[in-house]
């Protein structure tokens, strides 16, 4: 990973999308208002309380449940004074993260009703790639290693339409990527995309060792932002490498199991 550039400007000029960076008092109060994203969490409520009601009978029990906890999970992400305490901390920024491509993900793949949706041919056509588990897993491998490199890392700061590209194809990488496990097409693939989600542990793991174990901090705008919290900005960067590599290992572990559970419960003539 590249090492931080010197400290040459004066960050706190830069208000990210969620606003200044906070302090302790009043956190709690910082909620996300924007209309634009309100509107859109709304949206996708009533878009799927629609599918539900012309597609329930091709639901199973589970699913509205998966989409609600999804729901709510990308809700605390990007409402909450979560998406504040991002402006401060690169730790909660992890945990956003995490949140994201980790909870949400698999709980939106299965809340999803698998062939009650007719989609247009060019829309299958373009997607038929990441039905392909080592090309979806390495495609929000990349993600996640871009995104979390100071130079983009920075931009998405900067700018609101980056950061919205940098949530948007984590989110999207991720439910491609956990789709090749949790209702791959045919068991054959679950195998696969059981592999390739090792794999993309093991280098999710050596991107949390990297910021562990950097000598400075990565990130020159939280090198004014995270004292009012009591961390350094390389205290900070070090916690939000071991959530991502403790937490994260976890979370890949619990749902690969889950996924490995629901193979193992195919017939073994099924699975190849």
């Known amino acids: ?86 402006s401060a901390l690169f730790s909660a920024r992890v945990v956003q993260h995490l949140l994201t491509i980790q909870v949400a993900a698999p709980l ?5 009703p698998i062939g009650a949706v007719r989609w247009p041919n060019w829309a299958r056509t373009l997607a038929s790639p990441l039905a392909v588990p080592e090309i979806a897993w390495g495609l929000f491998g990349l993600f996640l290693w871009v995104w979390h490199l100071p130079g983009p890392y920075m931009a998405a700061l900067r700018f609101d339409a980056v950061l919205w590209g ?43 060792a990297l910021l562990i174990f950097a000598p400075q901090p990565l990130f020159v705008y939280h090198l004014d932002t995270t004292a009012p919290w009591g961390l350094s900005a390389l205290a900070d960067q070090q916690l939000g490498g071991l959530i991502m590599g403790v937490v994260g290992a976890a979370v890949y572990v619990a749902v690969n199991l889950y996924a490995l559970a629901r193979w193992l419960m195919v017939p073994e003539r099924q699975r190849t």
């Open 108 to 112: 939106l793949v299965l809340s999803w």
């Open 1 to 86: 990973m590249p090492t931080a550039t010197p400290f040459v400007e004066t960050l706190p000029s830069i208000i990210p999308y969620c606003g200044a960076p906070p302090v302790p008092d009043g956190f709690w109060s910082a909620w996300n208002g924007d209309p634009v994203l309100l509107s859109v969490f709304a949206l996708a409520a009533v878009g799927y309380a629609a599918l539900a009601k012309r597609h329930g009978a091709a639901m199973e029990r589970h699913q509205p449940w998966c989409f609600a906890a999804g729901w709510l999970v990308l809700f605390a992400a990007f409402v909450s004074p979560l998406c504040n305490l991002t």
């Open 166 to 208: 940098m949530h948007a194809s984590l989110l999207v990488g991720a439910v491609a990527a956990w789709r090749t496990v949790l209702a791959p097409d045919g068991p054959a693939m679950r195998g696969r995309g059981l592999l390739s989600a090792f794999g993309t542990s093991v280098h999710l793991a050596i991107l949390a």
